[in-house]
Nanobody, 123 residues
Framework: QVQLVESGGGLVQTGGSLRLSCAAS????????MGWFRQAPGKEREFVAA????????YYADSVKGRFTISRDNAKNTVDLQMNSLKPEDTAVYYC????????????????WGQGTQVTVSS
């Protein structure tokens, strides 16, 4: 069955860095675009970044552009999110998900969510 397992979250101070990773299994990873989303307490799940199935073509929310970098390794079936210059407002549970069709910023267009990994940025 399809599995997406996120890891790498934790507690970091403002200005710090974290690298999240999502390990995929149960499907042909290289056939799917992949995305990262996040959800803070009391807020809706929001788009963070996405990458095309080939790895050529990345997309970012304005709030993370220039600070976060998404990458993938189709040989290892992983998609990573390097997060630099973290801010308290980046605090959330981060999820990865897959989509077969066009990349959008809507969580409704992605499927098979992982369990998420908590990122907490202290001020």
């Amino acid at each position: 069955q399809v599995q997406l397992v996120e890891s790498g979250g934790g507690l970091v101070q403002t200005g710090g860095s974290l690298r999240l990773s999502c390990a995929a299994s149960g499907f042909t990873f290289s056939s799917y675009h992949m995305g990262w989303f996040r959800q803070a307490p009391g807020k809706e799940r929001e788009f963070v970044a996405a990458i095309r199935r080939t790895g050529y073509g990345t997309y970012y929310a304005d709030s993370v552009k220039g600070r976060f970098t998404i990458s993938r390794d189709n040989a290892k079936n992983t998609v990573d999110l390097q997060m630099n210059s973290l801010k308290p407002e980046d605090t959330a549970v981060y999820y990865c998900a897959r989509t077969f069709y066009t990349i959008t910023t809507s969580p409704n267009d992605f499927a098979d969510w992982g369990q998420g990994t908590q990122v907490t940025v202290s001020s």
